[in-house]
C-alpha cells in the first residue's frame, strides 16, 4: 500500500462544490453591482430629457406670451411653473432679444436659450393662419 498524504478522496467533494458556490457568488454579485449601476444610468438619462423637455416647454409658453403681447417671462427661480415631474421658468431680455429657458428635474437642470425676431404684423393681418 502506498503511504501518500492524500490517499483518501472523500474531502474533495465537499471542497469541490464550496469552490463552485463561491464562483456563483461572486457571478452573482458581480451581475447585481452591474444591474445598478445601469438602473442609475437609466434614472439620470431620463431625469436629463426630462428637464431638456420641461425648458423647451418653457420656451413655447414664453412665445405664446410674447405673441399675445405679454412679457415673454414665464414663471420665475422663485416660484417656476410646476409640470408633471419638474419645473421651468423663462427670462426675456429685451434689449438682446434673447429667451432663456431653464427646466429643472430632481436635481438636474437644462438651460435653452434662442434669439427672438419680433415683427409686428399689421392689424389686416391679425386674424391670419400661417
Known amino acids: 500500500m ?4 492524500f490517499s483518501s478522496e472523500k474531502g474533495y467533494t465537499l ?9 456563483l457568488m461572486i457571478l452573482g454579485a458581480m451581475f447585481t453591482t452591474v444591474i445598478q449601476n445601469e438602473m442609475l ?17 418653457g420656451i413655447n409658453h414664453a412665445l405664446w406670451n410674447l405673441n399675445n403681447s405679454f412679457s415673454g417671462t414665464v414663471g420665475s427661480e422663485a416660484s417656476p411653473v410646476s409640470l ?3 419645473s421651468y421658468y423663462t427670462v426675456f431680455d429685451s434689449s438682446s432679444k434673447l429667451l432663456t429657458s431653464i427646466g ?9 436659450t434662442v434669439h427672438v425676431k419680433l415683427q409686428v404684423l399689421p392689424a389686416s393681418f391679425e386674424r391670419a393662419v400661417s
Open 2 to 5: 502506498k503511504n501518500c498524504l
Open 41 to 57: 444610468q437609466f434614472t439620470k438619462h431620463k431625469e436629463i430629457t426630462q428637464a431638456y423637455y420641461l425648458a423647451e416647454a
Open 84 to 86: 408633471g415631474a419638474g
Open 15 to 23: 471542497a469541490f462544490a464550496l469552490g463552485v458556490i463561491l464562483v
Open 104 to 112: 429643472k428635474v430632481a436635481g438636474v437642470t437644462k438651460k435653452i
